[in-house]
Each structure stands twice: as structure tokens, then as C-alpha cells.
């Protein structure tokens, strides 16, 4: 049985106690967990956003990491997006709970705090994409892939940690950027995991109708020339960012652009799917399972 099943009752159970994947805020006390061996790093990012507009910053990485000196496998996890009233306070990125899923496997765990999120909010936002009828997804998920590799770049200075074989993930834009990510065909990496990745979503104003869906067809058909990884793309029914039919256009401009991705598309999960990480664990977690043990990392 692979681990990831082992655990899955207790993984369910947090999640029902409500503390699922939780975001440090800034105005909450830190947060440690110790048995992940949990610490902040931080290393400089040298980004340009839509308008050209060039910076260098410090760029803030949660880790986790198994008992033991390794060296172990790696993966990058990338948050979301919140609106930008709400980003000041996204908090640090530490997702705890798919963290002890992926430690409990073997692998280390890096979690950027993307610049422009938490304590590097305020005058320099590299994922910025325009307006909604105009949006450009490339500038964005160029700065977003830019500090996954900036991430590894520091891995790959730790002794605990082979980042010759290393995977990303990540969540809404999180995923956007995993997809980036992959599209460059970085050297190491074996594979990504798109949990309802995309960009331009407002369920409160366009439920479901996100703003310039083409716009990242266009641009996903052309990564997918370049990629050379498989990917598995986790998508549920009832995502009120991207609706039912955009993650499956982008899914297929993918394969038919030669990208290797399975699609996962799941039933209705809770009051919005887009939060199908959180709400369906159950379902997503085999076949998380299933897409790492072709990897090799059915068990540690």
C-alpha cells in the first residue's frame, strides 16, 4: 500500500477539523511544525513584470523535510493568488498538510512565497496580467516559473537534498505557474502536478467565466512544444473560477500540442471546487498516488 493511502484517514481528519492547508496570516503568531523539521529561508529574485519594470528581491521558502540526511527528492509547491486587496495578508505560504503527504514519501518540500505576496506585498506585483479582456499570461507565469527555479537553484546548495530529481505542484496560479514550469524543461525535473491551475477567475463578478480564456490556450499550446515531463491536471466540476469547459480545452490544446497530461476531472466538491485541494482529499489523493508511483515514489 502506498503511504499516501496509509495516511489518508488522518490527512481527511485534519482536514475536517478544519485546518486543512492552512496560510500563515501576518497577523497570526508563526507557526512550527516541528516534526517536518520546518524552516524559512530565504534567497534573491531577480524578476520583470508586464511593463518591463525590473527587480531584485528576497524571496521567502517555507521547508519541510524527513528525519534523516538524505540526500531526498524534491518538490516545489506554489500557492494561489488572492485578490489584490487580500494578498498583503495571504500570509506565508506553508502547506502543511500536503507537506506531510509528500515528507511521508521521502521528499523534501519547498514553498515559495511568491514576490508580491505576504511581506513582499506592496509596489512591485510580477504576476500582474492586465486587464480582463486584454489579459497576457506570459509576463506572470515567466515571474512565477522564474522563482521555482530560483527555489531550486537554493535546493540544490543543501546536502539533504537531490535536486536531480525533483517535481513541482501548485494550486490556481500555483498551477499556472507548475505548468510554466514545465514548459521550460528545467534540468532535474520529472514531472508536475496542476491542481485547477489557471488565471483570470472572479467567482464573485464571472462565476465560471474567466476573464480572456484563450489568451492562456494560446499560450499553453505553445509551452506545450517544449515540455517533455508528463504533468496529471486536477480539475472538479463545479470551479467557479475556470467552470466546467476551460480546464478541458486547456488540457487537450496540451496533448495536442505534444505535452504529456493526464486529466483528472472530478465531481462537484463543496460550495466551489476550485478548493477541490482542500474539500476532496479523498478523491484526489490516489490518484496523486498513482501519477508519483510512476514516478518511482510509490514509497520512500
Not at 492552512?22 to 523539521?37: F, G, N, S
Not at 492586465?130 to 507565469?141: D, I, K, Y
Amino acid at each position: 500500500m502506498a503511504l499516501g493511502s496509509r495516511h489518508l484517514p488522518l490527512l481527511l481528519g485534519l482536514w475536517i477539523a478544519g485546518a486543512a492547508w492552512p496560510q500563515q496570516t501576518a497577523l497570526a503568531p508563526e507557526i512550527w511544525a516541528k516534526d517536518l523539521r520546518e524552516e524559512i529561508v530565504r534567497t534573491d529574485v531577480t524578476l520583470r513584470d508586464l511593463y518591463g519594470r525590473e527587480e531584485t528581491r528576497s524571496m521567502p521558502i517555507t521547508i519541510f523535510r524527513p528525519v534523516g540526511e538524505g540526500p531526498f527528492p524534491l518538490v516545489v509547491f506554489n500557492h494561489g493568488r488572492a485578490v489584490s486587496d487580500k494578498r498583503a495578508t495571504q500570509g506565508r505560504s506553508r502547506p502543511e498538510y500536503v507537506a506531510r503527504y509528500l515528507v511521508d514519501k521521502g521528499f523534501v518540500v519547498l514553498a515559495p512565497t511568491r514576490i508580491g505576496y505576504w511581506e513582499t506585498y506592496g509596489d512591485f506585483d510580477p504576476e500582474a496580467s492586465g486587464a480582463c479582456n486584454a489579459m497576457r499570461p506570459e509576463p506572470m507565469s515567466v515571474a512565477a516559473s522564474a522563482q521555482v527555479l530560483a527555489a531550486v537553484a537554493y535546493a540544490r546548495k543543501l546536502p539533504y537534498v537531490d535536486a536531480s530529481r525533483w517535481i513541482v505542484a501548485g494550486q490556481s496560479v500555483g498551477g499556472l505557474a507548475t505548468i510554466a514550469t514545465v514548459g521550460r524543461n528545467p534540468p532535474g525535473l520529472l514531472g508536475g502536478i496542476n491542481f485547477s491551475g489557471g488565471t483570470g477567475g472572479n467567482p464573485a463578478t464571472s462565476p465560471g467565466r474567466p476573464c480572456s480564456p484563450d489568451q492562456l490556450t494560446n499560450y499553453w499550446s505553445g509551452l506545450a512544444k517544449t515540455a517533455t515531463v508528463p504533468m496529471v491536471w486536477l480539475y472538479w466540476q463545479n470551479d467557479k473560477y475556470w467552470g466546467e469547459d476551460s480546464p478541458k480545452r486547456w488540457v487537450k490544446v496540451w496533448q495536442d500540442s505534444g505535452g504529456q497530461a493526464d486529466l483528472a476531472f472530478f465531481a462537484a466538491s463543496g460550495e466551489d471546487g476550485h478548493n477541490g485541494i482542500n474539500s476532496d482529499m479523498e478523491h484526489w489523493l490516489p490518484v496523486v498516488d498513482g501519477f508519483l508511483a510512476k514516478l518511482g515514489f510509490a514509497r520512500p
